[in-house]
């Protein structure tokens, strides 16, 4: 597929036993996004512009899009030990990691048992941290369109938001969205989207060069989370956007990608 100056392909490649649906462009260093609780939204600007300089890979995660559903995986740290063979079976070695929302949770969770295997870690509102206050939006006490409109700041003012969140979905993309939810369920209750211990494994990332980015307005994940994350990465630096939801990535593009190249390049 090509968009804009970006030629993308979309494979079923065998990895850690199963058939992984991913999607890959640009050139450059590899660069991981793993997307959040919603599943991969399809190509957007910020990733057209990071595939200017890195290639990059957006898998969907088992039980999510194309990817079939792995049922021995029960939670995040489960899905990360499955990552790690994944990324080895790609042949990818010294990857920028980049991870959104439960993405970000589970970018957190791979680095902490593999560090080494990463040049750079960015992490996106990541969930996986209980809030010092307010809580994690429940996703379950909404429908899907209502959960990811609530992610958004100003979503009249955001190009890209009709795109990822049509007045009228199609049957098809709530179908997604509900088997997205369902997997994420299964990843992430009791606690619900957040590991108690990961505080406490997160300090394996010391020498791990890491960028926590929020939304100043984050109504999923409260920002007070941020600091946690801060305070357990020792050496991490935080950026937040102000007049930003949960998805800066698509709120506040061109903050964003300055924010991402600035710090990878770095």
Not at 46 to 51: G, R
Not at 54 to 66: L, Q
Not at 163 to 189: F, G, K, Q
Request: include cysteine.
């Amino acid at each position: 597929m090509a968009t804009g100056a970006q030629t993308w392909t979309e494979d079923y490649v065998e990895v850690a036993g199963t058939k992984l649906q991913l999607v890959k462009g640009g050139s450059g260093d590899p660069l991981l996004l793993l997307h959040d609780e919603l599943g991969h939204y399809g190509l957007r600007r910020y990733q057209e512009a990071l595939a200017q300089d890195y290639t990059v890979y957006i898998p969907s995660h088992p039980g999510f899009g194309g990817t079939e559903r792995q049922e021995w995986i029960m939670n995040i740290r489960d899905l990360a030990g499955w990552y790690l063979e994944a990324i080895e079976d790609l042949g990818l070695e010294q990857v920028n990691l980049a991870g959104f929302s439960l993405g970000g949770w589970l970018a957190a969770e791979m680095a902490t048992m593999s560090p080494n295997l990463f040049k750079k870690l960015v992490l996106v509102g990541p969930a996986g941290i209980k809030p010092p206050t307010g809580e994690i939006f429940d996703m379950f006490l909404a429908v899907a369109k209502d959960y990811l409109t609530a992610g958004f700041h100003d979503p009249d003012n955001t190009p890209e938001f009709r795109h990822v969140c049509p007045d009228e979905p199609t049957a098809e993309l709530n179908e997604e969205w509900d088997v997205a939810r369902e997997e994420a369920c299964r990843l992430s209750w009791r606690p619900y989207m957040y590991y108690p211990g990961l505080p406490n494994l997160l300090h394996r990332l010391k020498s791990l060069p890491t960028q926590i980015i929020w939304g100043r307005e984050d109504n999923i994940v409260p920002i007070s989370a941020s600091q946690v994350y801060h305070d357990s990465i020792p050496g991490s630096r935080v950026s937040v956007l102000e007049n930003c939801g949960h998805h800066p990535e698509l709120e506040k593009t061109d903050e964003f990608v300055a924010l991402v190249k600035g710090f990878l390049s770095s």
